[in-house]
């Protein structure tokens, strides 16, 4: 069984920065390819990031390209999702998840083998 429990949500201006954090349990998170979903009001949840097991590859949604990077410390049994130049068409519920596989896509990536519960962020001036 792994937990996930992000933190670092919170309320910033557009043009700002927030690194959320998704902390892992269990002797497995290496084991695991980590994604980053987003979920905004009224909307469907959408996948932001992910990143393989050894961190190595990364993929991204064309709408965070650029300004958004995903990396993970096995060590610390961490995932990061750094997140600059912030709009507010970013403001939603950030999730993390782990699934074994790397690379799911819609909508294979509904089906994650684990989720964390998230932690809002609030892009607004």
């Known amino acids: 069984q792994v937990q996930l429990v992000e933190s670092g949500g919170g309320l910033v201006q557009p043009g700002g920065s927030l690194r959320l954090s998704c902390a892992t349990s269990g002797r497995t998170f290496s084991y695991y390819a980590m994604y980053w979903f987003r979920q905004a009001p009224g909307k469907e949840r959408e996948s932001v990031a992910a990143i393989s097991s050894g961190g190595v590859n990364t993929l991204y949604a064309d709408s965070v390209k650029g300004r958004f990077t995903i990396s993970r410390d096995n060590a610390k049994n961490t995932v990061y999702l750094q997140m600059n130049s912030l709009k507010p068409e970013d403001t939603a519920v950030y999730y993390c998840?782990?699934?074994?596989?790397?690379?799911?896509?819609?909508?294979?990536?509904?089906?994650?083998?684990?989720w964390g519960k998230g932690t809002l962020v609030t892009v607004s001036s």
């Open positions: 998840a782990a699934d074994r596989t790397y690379g799911k896509t819609y909508p294979n990536d509904r089906n994650m083998d684990y």
